[in-house]
């Protein structure tokens, strides 16, 4: 069953703006993970985020994770064309039975 | 290089016809994932492994059917009881419990 939902679903910049997406989900979790998709292509492990956790950097890329509100924001800054992808978010539940549930993503495309 | 490698990347289905997806991983990996992924959808899980000789059904196991003889190994049945297989499928591997996922490229099927 799919647990993040995305907002939005689509969305599209100028190249050096930034770009912003949220992931909100329904039940506890262990932690958050973004992933990448190129067009056609598998997924990409961007960042994980622990439930302990508020914020984490990587690169050009940013996370927070506000488990009071159950939802993520996924920030990237100074966008290139080549961050044109679809960004999901994926939630992984406090089980044994590891799986993760994602959501729908959000497709970013980044104008020259 | 370690990583997941599925074959073929694009696979042509008779109606009636079982067909089987390859999924080959060299990460050492102890789970191992099926995903269905449908035009401008979220990823849904099919079956997964977390060791050898042991699996579960997913959220969509339905005409679907895998086996997890050897760790490195976890090829995917999609079965003639599957009414609707086109679809875009990623095979995915972690090694953590709570880590995150190493996808491969993907096996775009399609009835014909």
């Known amino acids: 069953s799919q647990q993040g939902e995305e907002d939005p679903q689509a969305l599209s910049i100028q190249e050096g703006e930034n770009a912003t997406m949220n992931c909100s989900y329904k039940t506890s979790i262990n932690n958050l993970q973004w992933y990448r998709q190129n067009s056609g292509r598998g997924l990409v492990h961007l960042i994980l985020?622990?439930?302990?956790?508020r914020e984490k950097h990587s690169g050009r890329l940013r996370v927070t994770l506000d488990t009071s509100k159950k939802s993520s924001s996924l920030l990237i800054t100074a966008s290139r064309a080549a961050d044109t992808a679809s960004y999901f978010c994926?939630?992984?539940?406090?089980?044994?039975?590891?799986?993760?549930?994602f959501g729908a993503g959000t497709t970013v495309t980044v104008r020259a | 290089d370690g990583g997941i490698t599925q074959s073929p990347k694009y696979l042509f289905r008779k109606e009636g016809q079982n067909v089987t997806l390859s999924c080959e991983q060299n990460l050492n990996h102890d789970a191992m994932y099926w995903y269905r992924q449908d035009p401008g959808q979220g990823l849904r899980l099919i079956y997964y492994?977390?060791?050898?000789?042991?699996?579960q059904k997913g959220d969509i196991a339905e005409g679907y059917s895998v086996s997890r003889e050897k760790k490195e190994s976890f090829p995917l049945t999609v079965t003639s009881a599957q009414k609707n297989p086109t679809a875009f499928y990623l095979c995915?591997?972690?090694?953590?419990?709570?880590?995150?996922?190493?996808f491969g490229s993907g096996t775009r099927l399609t009835v014909v």
């Open positions: 994926a939630t992984a539940p406090f089980s044994n039975d590891y799986k993760l549930s």
């Open positions: 492994s977390q060791i050898v000789n042991d699996f």
């Open positions: 985020i622990r439930s302990n956790e």
């Open positions: 995915a591997s972690t090694l953590d419990r709570f880590g995150g996922y190493t």
